[in-house]
C-alpha cells in the first residue's frame, strides 16, 4: 500500500512559500537521480545511506513525500522538517510542528496540532506510530517509477485554502 506524507510551511496563519534553495541544500546531497520540474514542482527521488528511499515533491508551500520505505530515509525528511521549519500532516491527520509555529498556523489548527519544541526522530516516531516504524522488509535498488500509481498528496488541513 502507498503512503504519503505532507510537510506545509505557514506565516500568519497562510500557506506560505518554501525556500527552495534550502530544499535544494538539504536534499541534493542525498538525491538518488536528476532533480526534475514537472508542471511546476521540484521533483526529487532520495536514497539514504541504508538504501531506504522515497519521493519528494516541493510545490509552493507542500512538500509531498510520496511512498517513504522504511529506515534512514526518515531521519532526512525529519530533518528537511525541522531545518525549514515546516509542519508535517500525518496521513492520520495528525499535523506534529514545533511550538514556535502556533502563532503562525490557520484558525482552529492549533487545536489538534502536537506543538514541540524540536522536531526529531524520536519524536517524530513516536507521534507518527506505526507509519514511520521499519516494517521489516525494505525495497533496495533502483525505483520503478511504473510499479505502482502515485498517491495522492495529502488534502490540506482542515480550513486551509493552498495558494
Known sequence: MSHSLGLYAFSDGELSEFDLD?????????AAGPEEVTD??????????????AEVS???????????????????????????????????????CREEMRGHLPEGMEDD??????????????????FARPLGRRVSGPPSPTSAPRPAPPPPPPGLRRP
Request: proline content about 6%; charged content about 20%; overall charge negative.
Open 22 to 30: 534550502a530544499v535544494r541544500a538539504i536534499l541534493s546531497p542525498v
Open 40 to 53: 511546476g514542482a521540484t521533483e526529487y527521488w532520495i536514497r539514504a545511506a541504508d538504501g531506504s528511499e
Open 58 to 96: 516541493v510545490s509552493g508551500g507542500l512538500i509531498c513525500v510520496i511512498r517513504p520505505q522504511a529506515g534512514a530515509v526518515w531521519q532526512i525528511v525529519v530533518e528537511l522538517a525541522d531545518r525549514l521549519r515546516a509542519a508535517i500532516l500525518l496521513p492520520d491527520g495528525t499535523l506534529l
Open 113 to 130: 496540532a502536537v506543538l514541540v519544541p524540536e522536531v526529531t526522530l524520536a519524536v517524530f516516531e513516536r507521534v507518527a506510530g506505526p
